[in-house]
């Protein structure tokens, strides 16, 4: 069996706060038509693993017009879009809301299909019967799966893991699915590829880069041949150069100037009981300039 495998669009409408770009949603849609025209060339169904959506609770018809729009285009070349909801896609992180979720908008759109109806598909043309799972986070998994797909937290190793974080590694991955061959997960945003002892994790990390840690990250998608064990990263292509933190710079120099004002605060003569007239003393004792005494006055609302 040979698939695109994607995972963690978090399509927004919203453009996060480490981009520039001009317009996100535009942004987005170049990303969607690079994993379309790579599916096209590979003749090959696309499956996404979850977090197709930034959120739950106010994803933007535009967001959902992008997944039905690429779903469309496939269906024109006889191809098809497969999808499994992650905790960003589901109210309360729990698949028994997804009908009031985006993805149960997507499910009732044409050429977009949750997993399990790619393996019943292929069993109807082919008769050839795959024992797999596809689960949430909160599912219960079947453990005699050859095939998974998991929208879990997973790691290539122990050593990837931040402290703190409740995560599987790749090989503990592999041992909670001890006759799977072949386990595909979302919700890790940085790609890899474990193999041991003909043993597959594959997970393909983000669509775009959303934070300003990424910006030397390579987002990308897999091709995928389950028959010929092949595993191709295909690049996306996501310009660096609109991934900016200087956001984060005048965060720290906003904070570095309140600390500044509180500490000249303390040092202000004739304090009195009264708080903003504690203040303006000290912003006239002080000299702030005209950018500082505009912070001042909005943070004490006069």
Known sequence: MKFILTADWHLRASRPRCRIDNDWIETQRNAINQVYKIALKKKSNVIIV?????????????????????????????????????????????TENIKKSAVGILLESKNIFL??????????????????????????????????????????????????????????????????????????????????????????????????????YQCGVYFIDTDYEIVDFIPIIDNEQFVDDNYILKQEERTERIESFVDKLKNTKNISLDFIDNVKKAMKSNNFDSEMNDLLFELLGV
Request: proline share 3%; charged share 25%.
């Open 50 to 94: 979850g977090d197709i959506f930034n959120s739950n609770s106010d994803t933007s018809f535009q967001c959902i017009q992008l997944v039905q729009d690429f779903a469309k285009k496939l269906a024109d070349d006889g191809l098809s879009c497969y999808v499994l909801a992650g905790n960003h896609d589901l109210l309360y992180h729990s």
């Open 115 to 216: 997993i399990k109806e790619l393996f019943e598909t292929k069993y109807l043309l082919s008769g050839e019967k795959i024992n797999y799972s596809a689960s949430n986070f909160d599912e219960s998994d079947n453990k005699h799966a050859e095939m998974v797909f998991k929208h879990t937290l997973c790691f290539p190793d122990m050593k990837s893991i931040p402290p703190n974080v409740d995560a599987f590694t790749a090989k503990e991955l592999t041992e909670e699915f001890p006759n799977a061959t072949w386990i595909f997960t979302g919700d890790y945003h940085h790609n890899f590829y474990y193999e041991k002892n003909g043993k597959h994790v594959v997970n393909p990390g983000c669509l775009l880069r959303q934070a300003v840690d990424f910006k030397d």
